[in-house]
Structures are given as C-alpha cells and as structure tokens.
Nanobody
Framework: QVQLVESGGGLVQAGGSLRLTCEVS????????MGWFRQAPGKERESVAA????????YYADSPKGRFTVSRDNAKNTVYLQMNSLKPEDTAVYFC??????????????????WGQGTQVTVTS
C-alpha cells in the first residue's frame, strides 16, 4: 500500500514562502503521477498542481500559477511544492496524492486515489 506523508506547512505572512514536502513509501515512486491539492474551511478540495511520473510535465491551477512550483526527486521518493508570494487565500490544508501512471489517466486529471494526511498552511495578512 502506498503511503504519503506531507510536511512543511506552517504559519507565514502574506508575501512569504513555504516549501511542502511529500515523502512516498510502499511502492515504486516512479510508477506514480503526483498531485497537490488543498482544502480551505467550508470549501471543496481543489487541485493545485501536478507532475507526471518522470517530472517532465507539470500542471498548475490558475490561482497558484506563477507563484507555486511542483517538482519531484525520484531518487528520494519525494515530491515538493514550492510556494512563493503567498496570499491569505492560499490558507488551507494541503494534501499530496498519487495515482499509477498505468491507470490510463493523464496526470493533470484530478482522479488521484492515494492520499496523505495533509499539512496546514496559514497565511496572515
């Protein structure tokens, strides 16, 4: 069973930066596309960014585009989300997720099925 553990969340002022890390175990990391999602209080979970299995292709939702960068290190079984120029509206619980690249679903399609527990990001004005 694939397990995902996020870290790196915290409290930051608007305009600041955070880097989220997601460590993956229990599978062959390079078999999986990886995604980052977030859920703010009272809102539905939304896709933030995604990266394909070999890191050659990335996707960003409109809101974080130009501010967030997703990357992965297949040697370390880790995916990252670098978040710059943070805004109060970025406040949410951030989740990483995985799906097998052989599932016949493009990496940017948000039908992920392995999930981490989430890490809280709070941005103050």
């Amino acid at each position: 069973q694939v397990q995902l553990v996020e870290s790196g969340g915290g409290l930051v002022q608007a305009g600041g930066s955070l880097r989220l890390t997601c460590e993956v175990s229990g599978g062959t990391f390079s078999d999986y596309h990886m995604g980052w999602f977030r859920q703010a209080p009272g809102k539905e979970r939304e896709s933030v960014a995604a990266i394909n299995w070999n890191g050659m292709n990335t996707y960003y939702a409109d809101s974080p585009k130009g501010r967030f960068t997703v990357s992965r290190d297949n040697a370390k079984n880790t995916v990252y989300l670098q978040m710059n120029s943070l805004k109060p509206e970025d406040t949410a619980v951030y989740f990483c997720a995985a799906k097998n690249r052989r599932s016949n679903s493009d990496f940017q399609v948000p039908d992920y099925y392995f999930w981490g527990q989430g890490t809280q990001v709070t941005v103050t004005s």
